[in-house]
């Protein structure tokens, strides 16, 4: 079971489902005449390479690589239903993700960083003006997952999110992957990206606390050079709490990242769960080929 746990992973994209196992990928989605299409491919070596073994280095990097698989998937999805194809490879792709993830630090990390600096202006301390500065990160995460949720298309890819982590879930408690025994099986999952974001948001606020007192370019270079640490120890966090939930302080722990889950979940109809299971099967047969 716990290679089980460790091993696969999944991401709702636009009307589909990605998949990633070890060695190889899958993405099915639903084209506008009603046909699944699946898409699938091998994983760079970096997966099988000895650097997935070592605790907190991994974590940022599988997650940079990740990052531009979530990119190549959307771009894929997207093509899938308007019939063009655009690719979205090599410098293109990361580059693109360079400017995503400028935007996400700006906005997530730089901003609350300026609303506590303003908090010192008004007269706070350095400590009160860091606990407002990591209240306010939480709240804008937070009010961001709900405001995008609200539109009907990211409502469906909310919906193809549940559908994932039903299927994740019904396998790792070996059932039968039908869409009518997969309906039975929790929206929320562990391991979710969901959870990552609110564990790297709590840790932030420690971490960053401690940057206080020096000067102002050290405060923002540190901030910058930390969110892969950060992001490290977040996933391995995440990694712990997921192989321990038969622990009772481990499951209560893990509660506030699963009720931040029911942000970015929906529950699926039973043509979405159909192209999830199918991803995952894709992925699985291709892991043995």
């Not at 194809?85 to 609350?112: H, I, N, Q, R």
């Not at 499951?251 to 043509?271: F, M, S, V, Y």
Request: glycine residues 10%; neutral net charge; charged residues 15%.
């Amino acid at each position: 079971m716990e290679d089980r746990i460790i091993a696969y992973g999944g991401q709702a994209v636009l009307e589909g489902v990605l998949m990633r196992g070890q060695k190889a990928l899958a993405i099915a989605m639903r084209a506008p005449d009603g046909q699944i299409v699946v898409h699938t491919e091998k994983l760079s070596g970096i997966y099988q390479s000895p650097i997935t073994k070592i605790p907190f280095l991994r974590g940022s990097i599988l997650l940079w690589d990740a990052l531009g698989l979530g990119m190549k998937a959307l771009t894929i999805s997207a093509n899938t239903q308007t019939g063009e194809d655009e690719k979205l490879e090599g410098p293109m792709l990361y580059g693109t993700l360079a400017v995503s993830l400028l935007f996400a630090v700006g906005l997530f990390f730089l901003v609350p960083y300026g609303i506590g600096k303003f908090g010192q202006w008004l007269g706070m301390g350095v400590w009160s003006a860091a606990l407002l500065e990591g209240i306010f990160r939480l709240v804008l995460i937070v009010a961001y997952m709900w405001l995008v949720g609200l539109m009907p298309d990211i409502q469906r890819v909310f919906q193809y999110h549940g559908a994932e982590h039903k299927t994740i879930n019904a396998y790792e408690a070996g059932a039968s992957l039908t869409p009518e025994e997969v309906a039975k099986y929790s929206l929320q999952h562990p391991r979710c990206g969901t959870s990552f974001l609110l564990t790297l948001a709590v840790l932030s606020i420690l971490a960053f606390s401690l940057l206080h007192p020096f000067a102002v370019y050290i405060q923002i270079l540190g901030r910058i050079l930390l969110i892969p640490v950060l992001a490290g120890v977040s996933l391995e966090y995440i990694r712990w709490m997921a192989n321990h939930l038969d622990n009772g302080f481990v499951r209560w722990l893990i509660q506030p990242n699963l009720a931040l889950q029911k942000l970015t979940t929906r529950e699926p109809d039973l043509g979405m769960l159909e192209v999830s299971i199918r991803s995952f099967n894709e992925m699985m047969s291709a892991e043995k080929a």
